[in-house]
């Protein structure tokens, strides 16, 4: 029989970094693969970017839902609940011989306690990382020990996942998914892009995308501002703001975005672009510009300076293609003017790019048949391993 698979998608950014892993374990003759899509995919307020899996054909195993109307600690307390509640009801009914899981999302550790109740093995990938402004944090390191596979995207997370006591031979160097997208990505020209959303990009210009900090409260709103505000300092450019995601604050931050856009005719505000037209726009742009992980992983493997804003991604590895600087109007200006020298760029542009060789979903697929087959199933069973202290 064939292994049930199931892999869990919560947002439009995690199943853009997944979907050449799901088609790569689609194409395995030993797996069934379930696509399992919750959170943000399912709500308007954030695009229904569901649509974009079934865009992609990939069929969708299960909808469930567990996004209420609200963004404050309670409604989060609420969504967990709900993903709890149903996946709960879904593994009752469906037998999974994995979930893979990517990632620190809140709803991604409700559906973990709920598989790990079921003695449901769990792979995780993008484990090992470090986010000090957010509440992933903790939440990424808590899927960590619910797993008994782990998916690494560079060898200094492996040796952090290992440290926190998981077995060696159970945590994987293997890359990041985003650099798989990137090198395979059939990119569309910035004009063509600008024609599809309603802006010219055959100037310069730069891409934002800023989420809520969780850990610090209430600063999201008086953070986008001062972004804002420093982006009114390059009215040559044309700038893409993609919308904020669903963490506490969310909504809040893209009316304050939507009506920044409103205002100034070289600004579009986007929902969701979908992979290819993100990379796309990325790949074409000055500089990425906000708090997003994808301006620390997919920006230098593009060649694309990055201004990181505040302390949202602080603690990750930082390729020297990223300019870090506080959430200050004057601090981010002058970010964003080191960020387009000349020199600068072309530093950027001959960059190594440090998260793997681009084969990463094969790698992981491999991986998997392998610990199958060498076995049959996956032993939940895990013992803490202890490092040597000499």
Excluded at 14 to 28: R, S, T, V, W, Y
Excluded at 108 to 130: D, L, R, S
Excluded at 166 to 182: H, K, M, S, W, Y
Aim: hydrophobic share 40%; glycine share 8%; with cysteine.
């Amino acid at each position: 029989m064939k292994k049930q698979i199931g892999v869990l998608t919560s947002t439009r950014a995690e199943f853009g970094l997944l979907k050449p892993l799901i088609q790569n374990l689609m194409k395995d003759d030993c797996f069934e693969v379930k696509v399992l899509v919750t959170g943000a995919h399912l709500s308007p307020d954030f695009g229904y970017t569901y649509k974009e899996i079934e865009e992609a054909r990939i069929p969708i195993a299960e909808k469930i839902e567990c996004l209420t109307d609200g963004d404050n600690p309670r409604a989060i307390s609420e969504n967990m609940a709900m993903a709890l509640r149903g996946f709960g009801e879904y593994f009752q009914k469906h037998k999974l011989d994995l979930l893979i899981v990517l990632g620190d999302r809140y709803e991604t550790m409700a559906v973990c306690i709920a598989a790990m109740n079921f003695e449901i093995p769990i792979a995780h990938i993008h484990g090992g990382e470090a986010t000090e402004g957010l509440i992933d944090e903790a939440i990424r390191h808590s899927i960590t020990k619910m797993s008994q596979l782990h998916f690494a995207c560079t060898e200094m997370y492996r040796k952090r996942i290992v440290q926190m006591g998981e077995q060696p031979d159970r945590v994987f160097n293997v890359g990041a998914l985003a650099v798989e997208n990137i090198l395979n990505m059939d990119y569309i020209s910035s004009e063509e892009l600008g024609k599809a959303i309603g802006i010219d990009l055959t100037k310069d210009y730069g891409v934002v995308t800023f989420h809520p900090v969780t850990l610090e409260k209430n600063s999201g709103v008086e953070q986008i501002r001062e972004v804002l505000a420093a982006l009114t300092y390059f009215r040559n450019m044309s700038f893409i703001i993609t919308k904020a995601n669903a963490d506490a604050g969310g909504r809040r931050i893209n009316e304050i975005i939507d009506d920044y856009a409103r205002k100034y005719d070289n600004v579009i505000a986007v929902t969701s672009l979908g992979v290819r037209k993100y990379l796309s726009a990325v790949k074409g742009c000055k500089v990425v510009i906000g708090n997003s992980s994808s301006g620390i992983i997919e920006a230098p493997c593009l060649h694309v300076p990055t201004v990181n804003i505040g302390d949202r991604q602080k603690g990750r590895f930082m390729p020297d293609s990223i300019i870090n600087c506080i959430p200050e109007e004057e601090s981010i200006v002058k970010a964003i003017n080191n960020a387009l020298d000349k020199e600068f760029q072309a530093k950027v542009l001959i960059m190594t790019n440090p998260f793997g060789d681009g084969n990463t979903s094969k790698t992981i697929t491999a991986i998997i048949h392998g610990i199958f087959e060498q076995g049959g199933d996956i032993n939940i069973k895990k013992s803490f391993y202890d490092l040597r202290w000499d």
